[in-house]
């Protein structure tokens, strides 16, 4: 069979798909179509074709070059023909879904979030989500990586009977493993994220700021990419001492192993954070929001800890009570992370749910032959 990928970046793509384009790839031929990056060759070299695809702009609200947009897909589909589609992401899901469904190819959305435009009410919401309706109307399924979403395009009326839950993209629990929870005299909270306002930066230098008064030992690290409002900042507090900021990780593991905790306070709108997954998996505890796409990953109290979204004093509280705990205790924590990571959110559970999906077409294909 003919497998082709649409979505927006290579990087999602490669660090969170590649498992099931390793699968997919054994008995398929499988295309790729998304702008180019520096992960193009890494998704070759996993035996998928690439279509570059230059006219899709992330961000871009032009409705011209959106128009393009999807004639160019269907152009693609037409040339290549393929069996069935996967898409990811806003436009790939909307504009490559409507051509899909010009073409009666049967084709598998995965809301990865729903984003602002869509989770503020307002014009940008109900075009959106008009948009949706009409991308996702003919899907053959439509996942979900968590249950407020998926209630909310349930109750707008977007998907019906056709979509399913995911556990998040899933967590490879072989490239994540539990490493010797740290024993030294330091305790080292890591945040992992983009720096941005919605992530929840402010609340946590605000925090690293107060616990750093009362708690000399502790150490704030910051992992991500700094936007512009950050950059002055981030750079005086570096230089008081209050935070150590890494730069752009691109290999967490190292900065996994030596986390005492990690915290993701962040409010912004996405599908299930695979920051506190890999976090899980690596036996590290957890302190989050209590927004969708992140209480699902936290039995609070055993795991880590809940707090309220945009409230330092909260998480200024829940670090103070993390504080308390024992050596022991910690790491206790950090494994019944462990274990909740490998009973609910091994990324087997997605590779198998694709693959489901393929029979079923395999299987229509074949009384359409007969």
């Not at 190819?105 to 602002?116: F, M, Q």
């Not at 900042?233 to 935070?243: F, R, T």
Request: net charge positive; glycine share 6%.
């Amino acid at each position: 069979m003919k497998v082709m990928i649409f979505a927006n970046n290579d990087i999602g793509l490669y660090k969170f798909r590649k498992e099931l384009i390793e699968e997919l790839v054994k008995s398929n031929d499988v295309y790729i179509c998304l702008p180019k990056g520096d992960y193009i060759q890494d998704l070759k070299s996993l035996g998928a074709k690439f279509i570059p695809c230059d006219l899709l702009d992330r961000h871009g609200t032009n409705p011209l070059k959106e128009l393009k947009l999807i004639s160019w897909y269907k152009s693609i589909l037409k040339k290549y023909k393929p069996d069935i589609a996967f898409t990811y992401t806003i436009k790939p899901n909307v504009y490559a879904g409507m051509a899909c469904a010009s073409f009666n190819i049967p084709y598998v959305a995965n809301i990865t979030g729903l984003g602002t435009a869509v989770e503020n009410p307002g014009l940008m919401q109900f075009l959106t989500v008009n948009l949706y309706r009409y991308g996702l109307r003919k899907a053959q399924k439509v996942f979900f990586q968590n249950t407020e979403n998926r209630d909310f395009m349930v109750k707008k009326g977007v998907v019906k009977k056709n979509y399913d839950m995911l556990p998040g993209s899933g967590v490879n629990l072989n490239n994540y493993t539990v490493s010797e929870y740290p024993n030294g005299d330091t305790v080292d909270f890591v945040f992992v994220s983009r720096i941005m306002k919605e992530k929840g930066i402010d609340q946590y230098l605000e925090a690293a700021k107060e616990i750093r008064k009362r708690h000399p030992e502790t150490r704030f690290h910051i992992c991500g990419f700094c936007e512009q409002d950050y950059q002055a900042e981030l750079e005086k507090l570096v230089q008081q001492g209050i935070v150590i900021y890494h730069g752009l990780v691109s290999d967490m593991t190292p900065i996994y192993r030596i986390a005492s905790c990690i915290i993701h306070p962040t409010y912004y709108p996405e599908g299930l954070s695979n920051v506190l997954l890999e976090s899980c998996a690596s036996g590290r505890p957890i302190i989050t929001t209590n927004r969708s796409g992140c209480r699902e990953v936290v039995d609070n109290g055993i795991n880590g800890y809940i707090v309220n979204q945009k409230d330092s004093e909260d998480l200024i509280d829940k670090i103070g009570t993390f504080l308390t705990l024992s050596m022991q205790e910690r790491k206790n924590m950090g494994l019944a992370g462990r274990r909740k990571v490998e009973q609910e959110f091994d990324r087997k559970i997605v590779i198998e749910k694709y693959m489901k999906e393929l029979d079923v077409t395999k299987k229509q294909n074949a009384l359409i032959d007969k």
